[in-house]
Nanobody, 128 residues
Framework: VQLVESGGDSVQAGGSLRLSCTASGLTFGSHCMAWFRQAPGKKREGVAAIDIDGATTYADSVKGRFTISHDDAKNTLYLQMNSLKPEDTAMYYC????????????????????????WGRGTQVTVS
């Protein structure tokens, strides 16, 4: 399994970015997918997740500004980020679980990093 993120950049506050995560070796329809981020000196935190039924969940800090989606035909996960703030500055990671967790059954999935077995190397987002 390989997850490769792209789309990170340096933007001004209020701007937008769309991150992409292209997956190989797995089928999106069988995995809960998520975005995590880690700012310098801080613990990695869950940002958004989407499960095999299309249910989504977001961290409170990004609700209403970020949207997670995927294109199964392209095996690509996206994170649309609008109204970016300096506190969104971080390395953003794409992750996939191995058992197709249902967000309805486990709404706290973003706080359970250990549920995700596959990780990309990250893409840097800097907001100034």
């Amino acid at each position: 399994v390989q997850l490769v993120e792209s789309g990170g950049d340096s933007v001004q506050a209020g701007g937008s970015l769309r991150l992409s995560c292209t997956a190989s070796g797995l089928t999106f329809g069988s995995h809960c997918m998520a975005w995590f981020r880690q700012a310098p000196g801080k613990k990695r935190e869950g940002v958004a997740a989407i499960d095999i039924d299309g249910a989504t969940t977001y961290a409170d800090s990004v609700k209403g500004r970020f949207t997670i989606s995927h294109d199964d035909a392209k095996n690509t996960l996206y994170l649309q980020m609008n109204s970016l703030k300096p506190e969104d500055t971080a390395m953003y990671y794409c992750a996939a679980d191995s058992r197709g967790t249902s967000i309805k059954l486990l709404p706290s999935i973003l706080f359970r990093e250990f549920e995700f077995n596959f990780w990309g190397r990250g893409t840097q987002v800097t907001v100034s």
